[in-house]
């Protein structure tokens, strides 16, 4: 910034008469290029800086400043996170050092086995030492892995939270008989078993629980407790779908009875559906006769609806599976070559056709035989009879 010389302005009387009128004195001074006037008052020192006023509460003045809830709370939940991270960060440097100990063999990795055992509760929650920890249960007689596993108690929620953690959980439960791993099923019981359905770790733990010990009275209340609520959502949920997965598998038949009214309350929504279509497929594949029989009539029952999810990426796999239930598969096959033209047409519908070869079939059928009428005839009579269920 270059400072100029002091340059009066002349002013004009807005009377008209030109008649220049004296005003206060004003500075030429150049700006990045460009040339201004402005008022001498105006004009600062080279490399002097304007300062800013500071405003003062006058009822605060002589007071002690107060301190603002909000602001300590935060600075609480910082200080709580720094310490949480030191802790993690000190956790870790002694599962590296635990780890090195092990592969060293002999008596140093007798000490640091020993070591991890007697830190269960703390290594659990680790990536490292969680790993350490499931090594150390691999080598455990059952007296050692069950008080290993004593030593999580009270913890149980929070480590099903875990990503870790939940799989010493798992491992408890398939080390352990259904006893010494039943206070799993009590503590999450004890909280929110539908939520933790709907997360990675705890839909883990549950499936484990429900695989292992399905005929322990407080595994069965805890699955009853998660589908005491919306199973739909279950169903359809990227981690939930598997938990539901795992109780058509070992589940009670009651417990599998929910999940079907479930699937038949909206057959085309979950046909369709990326994760609960899985579960509609292994109905139709592993569920009982009557249970297949079940979702295979409502399915049917709905006109279109086998044409149409035969032309879906997710609704072909379950025409799929219509075509092995032996009470719908020829009146599947009929409708599909009904509507061979249509199907034909589409990128999924295309392949399923060439599969089961029906352009061959319905040439067949057209070709003059009566075949095609008597078809056509028991199509009708199958839809006229699920109509009639």
Request: neutral net charge.
């Amino acid at each position: 910034r270059s400072c100029g010389a002091p340059a009066h302005r002349p002013h004009i009387d807005p009377g008209g008469r030109g008649a220049p009128t004296p005003t206060m004195p004003a500075s030429l001074i150049v700006k990045n290029t460009f040339i201004c006037v402005v008022e001498e008052d105006a004009v600062l020192a080279c490399g002097e800086r304007r300062s800013r006023a500071r405003s003062t509460d006058v009822a605060t003045l002589g007071r002690r400043p107060r301190s603002c809830p909000a602001a300590e709370e935060e600075e609480e939940g910082w200080a709580t996170a720094c310490a949480s991270v030191l802790v993690a960060s000190e956790v870790h440097r002694r599962a590296v050092g635990l780890a090195t100990d092990l592969d060293a063999g002999g008596t140093v990795a007798a000490a640091a086995l020993q070591q991890i055992r007697c830190s269960v509760r703390t290594l659990a929650f680790d990536a490292l030492g969680s790993r350490l920890v499931l090594r150390a249960f691999e080598g455990a007689r059952t007296a050692e892995a069950r008080t290993m596993a004593h030593t999580l108690r009270g913890m149980v929620a929070e480590a099903a939270c875990s990503s870790s953690a939940s799989r010493v959980l798992e491992q408890v439960v398939r080390s352990l008989g259904t006893g010494d791993a039943a206070f799993i099923a009590e503590e999450l019981l004890a909280r929110c078993p539908c939520s933790l359905a709907l997360i990675a770790s705890g839909s883990s733990i549950l499936c484990r629980l429900i695989e292992y010990s399905s005929d322990d009275a407080r595994t069965r209340a805890l699955t009853d407790e998660v589908l005491s609520e919306d199973v739909a959502t279950l169903c359809s949920h990227r981690f939930g779908h598997e938990v539901a997965l795992s109780i058509l598998s070992n589940g009670s038949p009651s417990q599998k009875a929910c999940i079907l009214s479930a699937l038949r309350g909206d057959v085309q929504r979950f046909a369709r559906h990326r994760f609960a279509s899985k579960v509609f497929e292994q109905v139709l594949a592993l569920g009982s006769e009557y249970e297949r029989n079940s979702l295979a009539f409502e399915v049917l029952s709905r006109p279109g609806t086998v044409v149409a999810l035969a032309c879906h990426n997710f609704g072909v796999n379950i025409v799929r599976e219509l075509l092995q239930v032996p009470s719908v598969s020829q009146q599947v096959q009929l409708l599909l070559m009904k509507s061979t033209s249509r199907v034909s047409r589409d990128k999924f519908g295309s392949k399923l056709i060439r599969q089961l070869d029906l352009n061959k079939q319905q040439a067949k059928l057209a070709c003059g035989d009566g075949l095609s009428e008597q078809a056509a005839y028991t199509v009708d009579v199958m839809m006229f009879a699920i109509g009639g269920v």
